[in-house]
T-cell receptor, first 118, second 111 residues
């Protein structure tokens, strides 16, 4: 079974609108972390937001928020007020294992290509 | 504090040659991860190292690939006798513990 599933290969959104990028995950470990990264056409991986499995509140970072629904095992990324510069690939990733301070590999989804239009 | 450095950014090798990819972690980070990204795919974990130790190499191909993170100097990912299927972007990430910070990647092209 896929550990991280991103079902939207591509999404379009108009400038200034909000968009939700879906991510579901599968793990039996009670401690895990969920990450979103942005990869623009230049290729670098830019960290956007992190959610720990024990965090009580949904993570927010500026225009990015993570809609964390633990029972449904989903960690959707919400981008508010989209900008042209948001056009990129977006990857959801999971780290399995005990909480903060523990190094562990990331498992990535296949990504969603977001295109912001005028 | 400089970010994660990778060099070269682009590397072209003929089939059968060796490729050496370098990664200098952020200052103070003792954990290094290597990931590979094939075209139009997500990143796949290859290996996790701490200084002088390989912690997890479950994602490394059994042959031709090796990695090291010496006490002094950058981490090296080495691919011997490259084949066309090795063409990919190779990313290094460093971590002080939990969060991983990625370098810009090395794009390897095998001709």
């Amino acid at each position: 079974a896929q550990k991280i599933t991103q079902t939207q290969p591509g999404m379009f959104v108009q400038e200034k609108e909000a968009v939700t990028l879906d991510c579901t995950y599968d793990t039996s470990d009670p401690s895990y972390g969920l990450f979103w990264y942005k990869q623009p056409s230049s290729g670098e991986m830019i960290f956007l937001i992190y959610q720990g499995s024990y965090d009580q509140q949904n993570a927010t970072e500026g225009r990015y928020s993570l809609n964390f629904q633990k029972a449904r095992k989903s960690a959707n990324l919400v981008i508010s007020a989209s900008q042209l510069g948001d056009s990129a690939m977006y990857f959801c990733a999971m780290r399995e294992g005990p909480g903060a301070g523990t190094a562990s590999k990331l498992t990535f989804g296949t990504g969603t290509r977001l295109q912001v239009t005028l | 504090n400089a970010g994660v450095m990778q060099n070269p950014r682009h590397l072209v090798r003929r089939r059968g040659q060796e490729a050496r990819l370098r990664c200098s972690p952020m200052k103070g980070h003792s954990h290094v991860y290597w990931y590979r990204q094939l075209p139009e795919e997500g990143l796949k974990f290859m290996v996790y190292l701490q200084k002088e130790n390989i912690i997890d190499e479950s994602g490394m191909p059994k042959e031709r690939f090796s990695a090291e993170f010496p006490k002094e100097g950058p981490s090296i990912l080495r691919i011997q006798q490259v084949v066309r299927g090795d063409s990919a972007a190779y990313f290094c990430a460093s971590s002080p513990g939990s969060e991983q910070y990625f370098g810009p990647g090395t794009r390897l092209t095998v001709t």
